[in-house]
DNA sequence: GTACGGTGTTACTAGCGGTAACAAGAGTCT
DNA sequence: AGACTCTTGTTACCGCTAGTAACACCGTAC
């Protein structure tokens, strides 16, 4: 009585929320990480304060929103991380796999990245800045965990690998990044050229001019 | 006659433009990047439409201000980058002027790159999505330049340059960012973890489980 | 019937970025 | 002297935002 209750109730307010989520998925592509709540609330065919009973505030929305793709993405770069294939490949892989993701939906890349980015109108746009960190510290631990579990680093190895886990998704973040605006090369390109300065071709690579002491 | 008079005016407004961006600075300091165009005004000792006039709108002024910030940490890493030393010894005193930056100032670093991170109030911070970028990507091109100039990479210099100086800076940027917020290690721990990883320490590393087929 | 929990609305607050309109001082030209 | 202009400053406003309070409706349980 009071369970299946509870139940009927509990499910149709998720599958509103899920509803309620893809209506904001919509605007955000539409309008951009600037979308406000106002028009969120329109596109789902509702007002303002049921966005807020169901969310909270505008963060907490913008936390489920960017928990999805989130997850989403996680999931691709943890198949491209687990693939039973030798370390080169695996790691060209996944860069591939993350610069395919934000090749395929720059959008939503951007709006999990870069808050207000588009638009020319106010800036009051949606306060990434608090949640992109979060993105990035759950790909940085992720593959540390990976590189922890696969890799023999010897002594200190679970320090090294989170240290190398949050650096190497930096370095893919910031290369995907720079590479989606300018668009340089192609990504099997700029896939290799990643790999390979994690392969030590800086290191390995001879000085241009006069000897290392100039 | 006419052109004394102009830089007399052109020096007051400079001075002018000077102390409002030091006052600035001030508030963005204590009151987090969240900062009010009313609060910076305050703190001049003016009102808004001064400031309004003087920069433009909120993101002209926020400009202004990284740029000085900027200006100062690529003038820093430029010295480290440019010294008379080996190469992997210039990486990592690279590394570590950057990083003891953000460590010596670290509410300046978070106002660069993250928005509105303090603060329980309203979310309307600075709109700095559009501006931290432009920090990553000069310094991810300057340093491109520096690898371009120095390191002999063969045919595709250039592009794998620009690759390596924009993945590198992402590197450096989230590892610190990371590090800033945990402190898991020292910095010079650090530094030696990320000057391995890119020495190729990652490829070096045997497997721990299995041959690489699993 | 009536009380109740959920869904929805309208109407509002407080604060933001940004601007128009106006006032006052200082130097300049006639 | 008086009018003209330029800079510096103000007050008062606009339109927008996030977020909230208060009220209305509707199906169900007793």
Redesign the interface.
């Known amino acids: 009585m009071d369970t299946t209750q509870r139940t009927d109730q509990q499910r149709s307010a998720d599958r509103r929320r899920r509803e309620l989520l893809e209506a904001a998925d919509r605007v955000v592509l539409r309008d951009g ?1 600037q979308a406000s709540m106002n028009a969120i609330a329109a596109e789902a065919g509702i007002t303002k304060p049921i966005l807020y009973r169901h969310f909270g505030d ?2 907490g929305l913008y936390a489920a929103l960017a928990k999805r793709h989130t997850d989403a993405l996680l999931a691709s770069l943890r198949a491209a991380l687990d693939a ?5 490949e695996r790691v060209e892989s996944t860069l591939d796999t993350y610069l395919a993701a934000i090749e395929a939906r720059p959008q939503v890349y951007r709006f999990l990245m ?4 588009g638009g020319q109108g106010g ?3 949606f ?4 949640h992109s ?1 979060p993105l ?2 759950r790909m ?1 631990e992720e593959l540390a965990q990976v ?1 922890e ?5 010897g002594p200190g190895s679970q ?2 690998a ?3 886990g ?10 995907g ?3 989606l605006g300018e668009r ?2 192609s990504r099997a ?2 896939v290799r ?2 790999a ?14 006069g000897g ?3």
Chains 1, 2 share one sequence.
Request: some cysteine.
């Open positions: 990480p505008k963060g039973p294939a030798e370390r080169r870069h808050p207000a980015e800036d009051q746009g306060d990434v800045g608090k960190a990035l510290r940085g590189i579990e696969r890799v023999d680093l320090q090294l989170r240290v190398w949050h650096g190497i998704v930096g370095m893919m973040h910031a290369a990044d720079w590479w340089p090369c390109e700029l050229s990643l390979d300065l994690l392969w030590g071709r800086l290191a390995a690579a001879g000085d241009r001019m290392p002491g100039f």
